[in-house]
Structure formats: C-alpha cells, structure tokens
T-cell receptor, first 114, second 113 residues
C-alpha cells in the first residue's frame, strides 16, 4: 500500500530563518507531487507541483521554493521566512495521467513564524 | 477560468439536518469533481467524487448533485451527525491537465447534538 510521510508536524521558526519541509511517498512510482498551503479561511492554495524529478511548476509567486531530488521526495524550502509564511502546509501525491485520480494528503506541518 | 467557487464559507446545523454545500466552475473542460473532508489538524481525504455523465451520486449519507448546464455541483449530507463536523472542499480537474486538482475555498461544517 502507498503511504505519504511529511515532517515535522509542527514548527516554530523566527523571521529570517531558513525552512526545509520534507515529504516522501512509499509504495508507488512516478507520482505527481504537490505542496499546498492552508491559511485560515483561505482554503487550499496550490504552491508547487511536480510531475517528475527536477520538474517543478510554481503556481504563485512567493518566498518559497520546491525541489524534487528523487522520484518520491519533495522538499519545500525558504532562505528567509516571513511572518506571512505561517500556515498549515500539506504535501500530496496522485497517480500520473489519470483524470479521476485521488489526491492523497500527508498529515501536514503547522508552521508558525515568529 | 481555473477557479472553483465554493459556498458557504461556514455552516451550522443540528444533528439530523441536511447541510448543503455548493460549488460552481467555469472551465467546461473539467470532467472530474471530487469532494474532500478534512478534520482539524489532519490532511484532507477523498469523500466522494462524480463525473459529468451522471446527475447524482450517492454513497451512504453523502450525495453529490451535478448540474452540467449550470456548471454547478453540490454536496448533501443526509441525517448529519456531530462526527461529520469538518471542513469540506470541492475540487475539479480535467483530462486536458490531469496533473492538478483545483480546490474550492472550503466550508467549515459544525453539527450540534
């Protein structure tokens, strides 16, 4: 069976510090990978998605970047965090090329920038 | 055109009531419409999904109604229970771009005993 791991679960970071959130998927190959941010009252905002190693699509301009160094690993980073980067970050995966495919989400990381 | 508009933002019902959450889309190329349920502190999980070749799909107490001409779809929860209290998201994508789901803004549902 497939599983998705996302860590850490919670993180408190000072403004200006770097960020690295990691997500890994097990039990499948060639997944589509996604990073979403959920801010209070603003739903799920797609930040980045990737259809393969080294292939990253950015949905919104921001202070964050993403990388996919391995097929089942997706990393969200920032060089200098802003207060506005606080939120609930979710990693997800789906099977590539299927329209009616389910998106499987990780448990999320609650990031608080202070 | 890539948006999915969801309403209401929040909903409060009593146990046994039938909350209805509505979504609308513009892109006629969308052909897959799932609903996700999210409990506090957890990631969303697929609840039920529909394709536009049917007007209704029912799974247990959850029903999706789909109106292709109006480009609208809705989630109905029959005999709602306090355990249904969660945030619900509608979403859409199409065979032209299977890479990503477009999510609505979410509806926070509270069901009181």
């Amino acid at each position: 069976s497939q599983t998705i791991h996302q860590w850490p679960a919670t993180l408190v970071q000072p403004v200006g510090s770097p960020l690295s959130l990691e997500c890994t998927v097990e039990g499948t190959s060639n997944p589509n990978l996604y990073w979403y941010r959920q801010a209070a009252g603003r739903g799920l905002q797609l930040l980045f998605y990737s259809v393969g190693i080294g292939q990253i699509s950015s949905e919104v301009p921001q202070n964050l970047s993403a990388s996919r160094p391995q097929d089942r690993q997706f990393i969200l980073s920032s060089k200098k965090l802003l207060l506005s980067d606080s939120g609930f970050y979710l990693c997800a995966w789906s099977r590539r090329g299927e329209t009616n495919t389910e998106a499987f989400f990780g448990q999320g990381t609650r990031l608080t920038v202070v | 055109q890539q948006q999915v508009k969801q309403s209401p933002q929040s909903l409060i019902v009593q146990k046994g009531g039938i909350p209805i959450i509505n979504c609308a889309y513009e892109n006629t190329a969308f052909d897959y419409f799932p609903w996700y349920q999210q409990f506090p502190g957890k990631g969303p999980a697929l609840l039920i999904a529909i394709r536009p070749d049917v007007s209704e799909k029912k799974e247990g107490r959850f029903t999706i109604s789909f109106n292709k001409s109006a480009k609208q779809f809705s989630l109905h929860i029959m005999d709602s229970q306090p355990g249904d209290s969660a945030t619900y998201f509608c979403a859409a994508n199409g065979s032209y771009n299977t890479d990503k789901l477009i999510f609505g803004t979410g509806t926070r549902l509270q069901v009181f005993p």
